[in-house]
């Protein structure tokens, strides 16, 4: 529950940013490491065609399992 408190946190200030083009609104799912591989297609397809705007370590390593295979899929 914490961290989905966080995610909304995070997606408030997001969406209060303006960005080049605009705003934007967003949308977080918090779920568990091992609940990543039900969501390895989709998360590969938003990983491919999404928009950074925040970046950390955590969202790399992530970002690395999806697309390197590194999941017990």
Known sequence: MANQRTANRVRQDLEEQKFETG??????????????????????????GGLVVSDSE????????????????
């Open 58 to 73: 955590k969202f790399e390593t992530v970002r690395k399992m999806v697309f390197h295979g590194e999941l017990d899929e």
């Open 23 to 48: 705003r934007y609104e967003y949308d977080i799912d918090v779920e568990s490491l091992p609940a990543i591989p039900t969501y390895t297609e989709e998360l590969r397809e938003v990983l491919r």
